[in-house]
């Protein structure tokens, strides 16, 4: 069945770039969606963005001018790239498959990944 | 706005039915979606588009969606549902999601 892996760094140093990947398997990322969501400890979750491998994309207005959602269709990856982070970036990042059918919602979800943001 | 509101938390007894409420302006006119989320693992769809449940969801969960409000109603609720849950609604290319909902079963 389909599995999604997030990874990337555990720990980014206030004002630089977090950059995490989200590797699909057991599935082709051509069919859906895909978006990022984080969820800061003990908090809500947080929709960052989606993609589709056409490149259509959206992100949250909240944070557009920092995250850029990416594919790449070679190695079945979707990427994330948070840039001038602070330590309220901190938190659990999520990758899910969107089910668009009328309605956007998330049937599929990677395990996490916890970024901290510190020096 | 497109802000959704939940009741921070809920408590039930076992065996008895709970709704949680997830509100937002003009909510009935969009499709709402609910996740369960356990602590430690990540969240799981257990309603989309405002009444179905995805395969391998107990019938006990169940959801509606009018006018302001979405309800996510769980009967003959069990421990193993004592968990967070979120509701989630896509309006105008954007996602929004509810700020959560615990759920205790007494």
């Known amino acids: 069945q389909v599995q999604l892996q997030e990874s990337g760094p555990g720990l980014v140093k206030p004002s630089e770039t977090l950059s995490l990947t989200c590797t699909v398997s057991?599935?082709?990322?051509?069919?859906?969606?895909w978006s990022w969501i984080r969820q800061p400890p003990g908090k809500g979750l947080e929709w960052l963005g989606y993609i589709f491998y056409t490149g259509g994309s959206n992100s949250n207005p909240s944070l557009k001018s920092r995250v850029t959602i990416s594919e790449d269709t070679a190695k079945n990856q979707i990427s994330l790239k948070l840039t001038s982070v602070t330590a309220a970036d901190t938190a659990v990042y999520y990758c899910?498959?969107?089910?668009?059918?009328?309605?956007?919602?998330?049937?599929?979800w990677g395990q996490g990944t916890l970024v901290t943001v510190s020096s | 706005s497109n802000e959704l509101t939940q009741p921070p938390s809920v408590s039930v007894s076992p065996g008895q039915t709970i709704s949680i409420t997830c509100s937002g302006d003009?909510?009935?006119?969009?499709?709402a979606g609910w996740y369960q989320q356990k602590p430690g693992q990540s969240p799981v769809l257990v309603i989309f588009q405002n009444t179905r449940r995805p395969s391998g969801i107990p019938e006990r969960f169940s959801g509606y969606n009018s006018g302001n409000t979405a309800t996510l109603t769980i009967s003959g609720t069990q421990h193993m549902d004592e968990a967070d849950y979120y509701c989630?609604?896509?309006?105008?290319?954007?996602?929004?999601f509810g700020g959560g909902t615990k759920l205790t079963v007494l």
């Open positions: 057991g599935g082709s990322i051509r069919s859906y969606y």
């Open positions: 003009k909510l009935g006119d969009k499709y």
């Open positions: 899910a498959r969107v089910e668009f059918y009328g309605d956007f919602h998330f049937d599929l």
């Open positions: 989630q609604a896509w309006d105008s290319s954007i996602v929004v």
